[in-house]
C-alpha cells in the first residue's frame, strides 16, 4: 500500500463529524478512549510479539490494531490511530521505554531547565512521519466504515512525563518547575506547541478527519494554573492548526479538547476555539451544558469502572447519560480511556445502550 495515495474510500458513516460541527445525526455517535489496546485479546496477541514503541513505529502493526475494535464491535461510529502521546517527546531526541506494569519510563527526564537547548525541534515531525504513514494506510484499509481520529498530548501534559520521567500521581517535580522556572516552562510549552501544530496538521495532510488533544494532567492543575500554563497554548494549537490547513489548502477538520480533571475550568475551555469539549465522569451532564453552552458539542462521560457492572446496568447507566446530554451536539464515550481488564461484553452492552436510547 502506497502512503502517499490520499484518494481515500468514501466515507460512509459521518455521525461523528455531524455531531462535532452541530449537525441533526440519526443517532449518538459513539466510540471509546483506548478502543484500539490492551482490553482486546487480538491485541495483546500483537503486544507478546512486538515491543509497545514499535506496534506505534509500524504503520502495518498500528493500522492493524486500530481496525481491531471495529471488527469485534459493530456501533462503533469512529476509529482512533493506535500511537502514544509520547512519540512527541521520543521525536524531540529523549529516550522513552515502555516497562510492564509501570507504563512509560524516561531514563534520562529534564532535570534542570537549561537542557530544554538540547531538545531536537528541527525535524521532530519528519521523524513521526510513521503516524502519518499509518493513518494512511488505515483510511484506505477501513474502507470508509466510519472516520479516523487523529491524536496529541496536550503541551502541559507532556512537559509533566518529559520533567517526572514517568506518570506521577504528585507531579512534585513539575510544581516545582511552575514555581521556580515560570520563563523556561513557558519556553517549553512553547516549543512543545510549535510541534504538535505541525505533528497534527502532517495527520490531517496523512487523512486524519477529526483531532483530539488529550490535557491528561489538567487534574493537577489549579484553574488559575489552568488558565495560565495551559489554556493559551492550547488555543495556540487550535489557531495553529486552522492556519497552516488554509495555507495548504486543505480542509479544515473538527478538533476536541479533553482535560482529565478540568471541571474547574469548562467555561474557559468553551472559549478556545475546539469544537467539541470531552468531560470527564466527575462532571454532570447537564451541570457541563450549562457551562459551555449551545454551540459547543460536548463528549463524555460514563465512568470507565462502570464497565465492570452487569450488561443490564451499564444499558441503564449509559441511555440515562445519553438522556441527560440530548441528541444534539453530543458525542458518546467514557470519561477515560478503557481499563485492561474490561469484559468485552461490556463494550458491547454500552455501544448498542448508545444507539438505543434515541
Not at 524531540?92 to 506494569?101: F, I, K, N, W
Not at 510549535?194 to 490535557?215: C, H, K, N, P
Not at 500554563?229 to 495556540?236: E, G, R
Request: negative net charge; contains cysteine.
Amino acid at each position: 500500500m502506497s502512503y502517499t495515495n490520499k484518494n481515500f474510500p468514501e466515507l460512509k458513516n459521518d455521525r461523528l463529524l455531524k455531531a462535532a460541527l452541530g449537525k441533526e445525526v440519526d443517532k449518538v455517535p459513539v466510540w471509546v478512549m483506548r478502543q484500539a489496546g490492551r482490553y482486546l485479546p487480538e491485541f495483546q496477541a500483537i503486544r507478546a510479539q512486538h515491543d509497545f514503541f514499535t506496534v506505534c513505529r509500524t504503520p502495518e502493526l498500528a493500522c492493524e490494531v486500530t481496525l481491531q475494535p471495529l471488527r469485534r464491535f459493530k456501533q462503533l461510529d469512529a476509529s482512533i490511530i493506535f500511537s502514544d502521546i509520547l512519540v512527541i517527546p521520543q521525536a524531540l531526541g529523549m529516550t522513552v521505554e515502555m516497562h510492564p506494569g509501570v507504563g512509560p519510563v524516561f531514563p534520562k527526564p529534564l532535570q534542570d531547565p537549561s537542557e530544554i537547548d538540547a531538545l531536537e525541534e528541527d525535524g521532530a515531525v519528519s521523524r513521526l512521519s510513521y503516524v502519518g504513514d499509518a493513518i494512511t494506510l488505515t483510511r484506505h484499509k477501513i474502507e470508509g466504515k466510519v472516520p479516523l481520529i487523529g491524536f496529541t498530548g496536550a503541551p502541559f501534559t507532556l512537559m509533566g512525563y518529559m520533567v517526572e520521567g514517568g506518570g506521577s500521581k504528585t507531579m512534585t517535580k513539575t510544581k516545582e518547575w511552575l514555581e521556580k522556572y515560570p520563563k523556561e516552562v513557558e519556553k517549553l510549552l512553547s516549543l512543545l506547541t510549535r510541534v504538535i501544530i505541525d505533528y497534527l496538521v502532517m495527520q490531517v495532510e496523512s487523512g486524519a478527519q477529526l483531532l483530539q488533544v488529550f490535557e491528561s494532567s489538567a487534574d493537577h492543575l489549579t484553574r488559575e494554573q489552568f488558565i495560565e500554563v495551559s489554556a493559551p497554548f492550547l488555543k495556540d494549537i487550535r489557531q495553529g492548526v486552522q492556519t497552516k490547513l488554509e495555507e495548504k489548502n486543505l480542509e479544515q477538520v473538527p478538533m476536541t479538547i479533553f482535560a482529565k480533571g478540568g471541571g474547574h475550568s469548562l467555561d474557559i475551555q468553551a472559549h478556545l476555539g475546539y469544537e467539541t469539549v470531552g468531560i470527564d465522569w466527575t462532571i454532570d451532564p447537564t451541570e457541563a451544558r450549562k457551562i459551555v453552552g449551545t454551540n459547543i458539542t460536548l463528549q463524555g462521560n460514563l465512568d470507565p469502572q462502570d464497565l465492570y457492572k452487569s450488561p443490564e446496568e451499564i444499558r441503564r447507566l449509559t441511555i440515562g447519560m445519553v438522556r441527560k446530554f440530548g441528541k444534539q451536539r453530543y458525542i458518546a464515550n467514557l470519561g477515560h480511556g478503557i481499563t485492561p481488564q474490561t469484559p468485552l461484553g461490556s463494550m458491547d452492552a454500552f455501544t448498542e445502550a448508545v444507539h438505543e436510547a434515541y
